[in-house]
């Protein structure tokens, strides 16, 4: 509250960091530059404001966030109304917000505002949570002087998968402009025209091609911009909210499920500056439908007579009991269980069945943490401090997009380097290093210099590439971030679902605190990975496998020996949400409950461990992954522990999959180099079965780089065939300049991209084969 | 004087059992005959039309927050371009009311932006089951004057209730 007036002439001395300034005549004391909106905010006065928004940079767009100002800067005036967003609070200010003048000034504006804008609010999504109804009861001026035909405009704009418009309620406050300018990077909304007849609009009018639409219907103070999978689903006062994380990704962004009765509506965002910075991607804001999907499992199927049958959990459990003691025995997948889950089924896989062929890396990815290849772990946040970053070879955008956003803000001011053969970062100026996968050890052997004299570097990596990639990006010696490829990746590894893991990192056969806290004796040999399992599976080695949340066949990088072992294995447990690929073969199909759905916690790519509550019921004759492995591990009478075993004081290092599944060599002529590459909206579980992402799913999509292309006849959309080992799909191509030359890029997890082998030729589907072929 | 005061007391007691036929009639042959109700008494809901037919329902779901008895459920969809049932985006394609439940205080009248809940005077409903008090869009809606037969099947969810937008 010490205000400076005796600054001497010869002091230009810097000035004070805060200011202390008077609202509503009680006086308070704000850092510099504070903006009146914000200053009144934190004293916990009301203030409309439509155009501001606390993630977004001012703009004085709608003018309702009116207040008196009187001070030092305009003393000679007298007291004049100025807008709270655009204003900083300055030395001896005297800001009231319910003055007359104020109070007529917000009103005049409200009055403006709805000149144009339709009464529907009881047919509007907004209505009920909308700023314009709120402020307007609040400070509006009760009735308006317009008498006149209101503009007319298009009521429900498809502006996309996701998003709809309503251009008549739009009062042009520019959030989502802003947003996509801002924060995003990119053009996706626009103004068009001008004065009363502009209007929002993508770019160039085609759909919305982004991957964050949906923070647009949150962000829109009015019920202009609303989704598809929410419109006239719900009021505000239906619905329940009940707060959670995304599973669908490794980031763990935070959110909040809004239910009607026992289905969700919708998701919103809950900021978490730390992990999320407020925002979800399209994947995981429409990512709902699966839960009420028809194709759900909602019975345990038995194998009787070659044929899957229904059958009680009973029959289900004490068959895969027996099946899977009849022999050895190994177990797959994790990576999408929660923290308490995947310790369960660890400790299952020691105890019940005594054994180490335990793998939850069913992928591309080798390692989940930075401690498992002895480097150390950098921060969601240290992104916004650091100057050097290194992509290696992994797309935020899609894997895990929110964490993109973060990084398009680190690219405006450091230096981004995009290593890898596929172009990653698109919206934001980096440092492009394009270079063949079995180079990337070398290019990034060649960044050592630059990232010793880099203050803050930070390597983002998804762990895919083997123990020589793994051994050239220790030696840069710079934080790393570990983006997963399942969405609690991390907590599996964590949990000791890996071949030489315990849970807490302690190396297999040095488990003695493992063996205290499970009170049993371990088996001591390490195990085999992912690809030893499925070879030891292909070549009759091993009685049975246990697959749980995962679908090998399309996930793990060598399909086609995939395809074997699951197919030579004699006793196969697959425990899903839905029949997938893998599931069809099994012999037993244990139903199991989806993200939102069970209760627990799920780690994130940091390994902060957030909690999920259970938000809906899902399949009544589902159960939760830790209820199965309980009623299991029952059955192999093993007592589950309750308690999670310590931490190793120093972490094991984790044994990397030889090139971790990647292919070397490119291509040359009519061979090209196939690259697998994660996709946001493919896949086969969720992604594939969910009514919401039905228009955006990827299937079959053929990256090319168009040169070359018009040689081999492929245009943009041109179905083709794509030949190799043996094998033939059928795909659609996308040219992308973004991919090496004599490279074609697949979705991983997308069926049949696995199984081509290293080299593939693509040719054009004759136009008249082109309706028969699948 | 014992059994004369009682002869007495019984007369004067039949007096006025028998008084009563020589007065007007306060009871009225119900079914056949009915009394007439208030003006604005509340009686039975009804969901109007608009003379062109659309319902005048627009699925705002208002009447089911101004219910203090939680007896109304209202889901409401994406009016189909080419057969739109109310004017405008947006109808209700389900309506229920629990009978019931309903204390008929007319609040949902009073709520609703369009009139189309309305409390009639119609006071007289009966059922064999409890169910049969959970009334929904068929029995409420009255009947389009342009439909001869009012549609016999179950109310269902359209198609993505609430969901995409066709085309």
Redesign the interface.
């Known amino acids: 509250m010490s205000s400076n007036p005796s600054a001497g002439p010869q002091a230009p001395a810097a000035p004070p960091s805060t200011v202390s300034c008077t609202i509503d005549g009680k006086p308070y004391t704000f850092p510099r530059g504070t903006l009146i909106v914000d200053a009144v905010r934190q004293v916990g006065r009301p203030i409309p404001y439509y155009c501001y928004h606390p993630r977004l940079e001012p703009v004085g767009a709608c003018r309702v966030c009116m207040v008196q100002v009187e001070g030092p800067p305009v003393a000679t005036r007298g007291p004049i109304v100025t807008t709270g967003c655009t204003t900083p609070v300055f030395e001896g200010l005297k800001i009231e917000t319910m003055s007359d003048p104020a109070k007529l000034a917000r009103q005049q504006v409200l009055e403006f505002l709805l000149i144009n804008h339709p009464l529907d609010c009881p047919v509007c999504d907004k209505g009920g949570e909308c700023d314009l109804q709120d402020f307007t009861l609040a400070y509006g001026p009760g009735k308006s002087q317009f008498a006149e035909q209101k503009i007319l405009r298009h009521k429900a704009e498809d502006l996309g998968p996701f998003l709809v418009l309503d251009q008549e309620r739009c009062i042009l406050c520019q959030r989502c402009v802003r947003y996509e300018n801002e924060v995003l990077h990119e053009q996706n909304l626009v103004l068009k025209e001008r004065g009363d007849r502009t209007v929002i609009d993508t770019g160039a009018g085609e759909p919305y091609a982004g991957y964050f639409s949906g923070n647009n219907t949150e962000l829109c103070p009015v019920g202009a911009l609303t989704s598809h999978t929410y419109r006239f689903k719900a009021r505000p006062w239906d619905v329940r909210p009940v707060p959670s994380v995304c599973q669908g990704c490794s980031l763990g962004c935070n959110l909040t499920v809004n239910l009607r009765g026992p289905k969700i509506v919708r998701l919103l965002w809950r900021e978490n500056q730390a992990v999320d910075a407020g925002w979800l991607c399209d994947r995981g804001r429409y990512g709902f439908g699966h839960t009420l999907a028809e194709q759900r499992l909602a019975t345990p199927l038995v194998r009787r007579d070659g044929e899957l049958r229904a059958a009680t959990w009973e029959e289900a459990l004490s068959a895969a009991a027996a099946g899977l003691t009849a022999g050895p025995a190994a177990v797959l997948g994790g990576g999408r269980l929660t923290d308490e889950e995947s310790l369960a089924l660890s400790q299952l896989a020691r105890l019940g069945l005594r054994t180490n062929d335990v793998d939850w890396r069913v992928g591309y990815q080798g390692f989940a943490a930075p401690a498992a290849i002895g480097l150390s772990e950098a921060a969601i946040t240290d992104l916004d401090r650091s100057d050097l970053v290194l992509l290696l070879d992994t797309s935020p955008l899609e894997e895990a997009p929110v964490l993109d956003i973060r990084l398009r803000r680190t690219a405006r001011r450091a230096t981004v380097i995009d290593l890898g053969p596929v172009r990653n970062l698109r919206h934001a100026a980096s440092r492009r290093v394009a270079c063949a996968p079995d180079e990337l050890a070398r290019r990034v052997a060649e960044l050592a210099p630059e990232f010793a004299a880099a203050q803050s570097p930070l390597v983002i990596w998804n762990g895919r590439g083997g123990p020589a990639l793994a051994e050239a990006v220790a030696a840069l010696g710079a934080p790393l971030l570990v983006v997963g490829e399942f969405a609690n990746a991390r907590g599996a590894e964590a949990a000791g679902l890996a071949p030489d893991l315990l849970p807490g990192y302690h190396a297999v056969g040095a488990g003695a605190e493992v063996a205290a806290v499970w009170g049993a004796e371990l088996p001591r040999e390490p195990g085999r990975d992912a690809a030893g399992i499925l070879n030891a599976a292909a070549s009759g080695d091993l009685q049975a496998l246990y697959v749980v949340g995962a679908n090998p066949l399309r996930s793990f990088p060598d399909g086609e020996l995939a395809d074997r072992a699951l197919d030579a294995v004699p006793f196969l447990v697959v425990q899903d949400l839905f029949l997938t690929e893998t599931a069809q073969r099994a012999d037993v199909v244990l139903p199991a409950l989806g993200a939102l759905e069970k209760a627990g916690h799920t780690s994130n790519l940091v390994g902060q461990s957030q909690p999920v509550a259970r938000a809906v019921a899902g399949p009544a004759g589902a159960l939760a992954d830790g209820m199965i492995l309980r009623r299991l591990a029952a059955a192999l009478n093993v007592t589950l522990a309750d308690q999670a075993p310590p931490e190793a004081e120093t972490p094991a290092r984790v044994r990397l999959p030889e090139a971790g599944g990647e292919r070397p060599g490119g291509g040359s002529g009519e061979e090209l180099g196939l690259l697998l590459r994660p996709r946001l909206f493919a896949g086969g579980g969720t992604a594939a079965f969910d009514p919401n992402l039905e228009p955006v799913h990827v299937a079959g999509e053929v990256r090319l780089n168009p040169e070359g292309t018009d040689r081999l006849g492929l245009q943009e959309g041109a179905a083709v065939h794509l030949h190799g080992a043996g094998t033939t799909v059928r795909g659609t191509v996308r040219l992308d300049a973004g991919v090496l030359p004599g490279w074609v890029v697949l979705a991983a997890h997308d069926f049949g991209g696995n199984r081509l082998g290293p080299r593939v030729r693509v040719t054009a589907v004759p136009a008249a084969a082109g309706v028969a072929a699948r | 004087m014992g059994a004369l005061s009682q002869v007495r007391s019984l007369g004067r007691g039949l007096a006025t059992t028998f008084g009563y036929l020589f007065r007007p009639r306060v009871t009225v042959d119900y079914p056949e005959r009915e009394r007439p109700v208030p003006e604005r008494f509340r009686g039975l809901h009804i969901l109007d039309r608009h003379d062109g037919g659309l319902e005048k329902c627009?699925?705002?779901?208002?009447c089911?927050?101004a219910c203090p008895a939680h007896c109304i459920t209202v889901e409401?969809?994406?009016n189909p371009p080419d057969a739109a049932v109310s004017p405008?985006?947006?109808y209700a394609w389900r309506y229920e009311i629990d009978l019931l439940r309903c204390i008929f205080c007319g609040m949902c009248e009073e709520a609703c932006?369009?009139g189309a809940i309305q409390l009639t005077p119609r006071h007289d409903f009966v059922a064999f089951r409890r169910e049969d008090f959970l009334v929904d869009k068929r029995w409420l809606t009255v009947p389009d004057p342009a439909v001869v037969a009012p549609e016999a099947e179950p109310v269902r969810p359209p198609a993505?209730?609430?969901?995409?937008?066709a085309?």
Do not use: D, F, I, S
């Open positions: 627009v699925g705002c779901e208002l089911q927050a409401a969809a994406e405008g985006e947006r932006p369009t993505g209730a609430g969901g995409k937008m085309g």
